[in-house]
């Protein structure tokens, strides 16, 4: 999605990115990020909270009336829950014997040739 | 006032990602990264503006297996071109073709990755102008020069077909 916001934004077209993955929008560069420090799949608010949703929305409104230049990012103040510990579980691969990651390459494997066969179908 | 736990700051996905296909047995995929950022500057105030929503959530695909709430990674359910649905209902879109976190939240709300409710209330409250009529999906294409070369230049075609001042993009 950044890749996006870049081309419109290289033909004048103001955009804002919603999103959880700070490093990788950062890493790409964009014009302008909302950031929200939630488990990817939330880069518009919490689930069943239409207050969060309003807020994260309106936020996002804010940077762009007000970035005043490129690679502007604002973080959420809203929190996912007080205990931060469940960013310790993405892709974490101490708690996996190898017989599991075994399994989990095997697994790859199979998603990879369906996304190859449905690539090449479209 | 006592500090923050120190894995409380966003979470690094690289390295994580690239940790997790090196122990699989794979070599370290190469994220796009750019030195110039391009900036247009807001030409006319939010209350005039029509909003263009760009997401990256797919269409309901009968027969591709389980796409709902909490569903594995549906690498089936995925799309290569870029589509467009009506903004003024709210069309059936899903997130299962995508590596949201599994563990901890379950895409059961779909306001979470597609703010479209929110954008109609936004109209209605006149904080912004419009929608465009329609919304586009932007396919997640492993292949970075297939986004840049295809599907952007498609996106931007349809935004400026729909007369968008600005475009929202909401990765899922």
């Not at chain 1, 419109?8 to 990115?17: F, H, K, N, Q, S």
């Not at chain 1, 909302?34 to 880069?43: A, C, I, Q, R």
């Not at chain 2, 997130?95 to 599994?102: A, E, F, K, L």
């Not at chain 2, 970075?144 to 993009?169: F, I, K, N």
Request: glycine share 6%; proline share 7%; charged share 25%.
């Amino acid at each position: 999605m950044s890749l996006v916001a870049r081309h419109l934004e290289a033909d004048g077209l103001p955009t804002v990115i919603m999103g959880c993955a700070k490093d990788i929008v950062e890493y790409c560069g964009v014009p302008r990020f909302l950031f929200s420090d939630f488990p990817l799949g939330n880069s518009a608010g919490r689930p069943n909270d239409v207050e969060s949703q309003t807020a994260t929305l309106e936020l996002a409104f804010r940077v762009l009336e007000t970035a005043p230049a490129a690679r502007t990012t604002v973080q959420s103040p809203l929190r996912w829950r007080d205990d931060a510990s469940w960013k310790l579980d993405f892709s974490d691969l101490s708690k996996l014997t190898p017989e599991e990651i075994a399994e989990r390459r095997q697994e790859f494997e199979v998603v990879k040739a369906v996304a190859k066969a449905k690539r090449e179908d479209a | 006032m006592a500090f923050a736990a120190e894995h409380d700051v966003p979470l690094p996905y690289m390295q994580r990602t690239r940790d997790y296909y090196l122990r699989l047995g794979y070599g370290a995929y190469r994220w796009a990264h750019f030195e110039d950022v391009p900036f247009a500057p807001l030409r006319t105030s939010l209350a005039r503006a029509r909003v263009a929503l760009v997401t990256t959530a797919a269409p309901f695909q009968p027969g591709v297996g389980d796409q709902g709430p909490g569903a594995l990674y549906n690498a089936a359910a995925k799309f290569y071109k870029v589509y467009s649905e009506p903004t003024d209902t709210v069309p059936d879109l899903r997130i299962s073709h995508v590596g949201y976190d599994r563990v901890h939240t379950t895409a059961e709300d779909p306001n979470t990755w597609l703010p479209l409710t929110q954008l109609q209330h936004a109209v209605k409250a006149g904080r912004i102008g419009a929608l465009t009529p329609r919304l586009h999906g932007a396919p997640t294409n492993r292949s970075q020069r297939v986004t840049m070369d295809t599907d952007a230049p498609e996106l931007l075609r349809r935004c400026r077909d729909d007369g968008a001042d600005v475009a929202l993009l909401v990765p899922s």
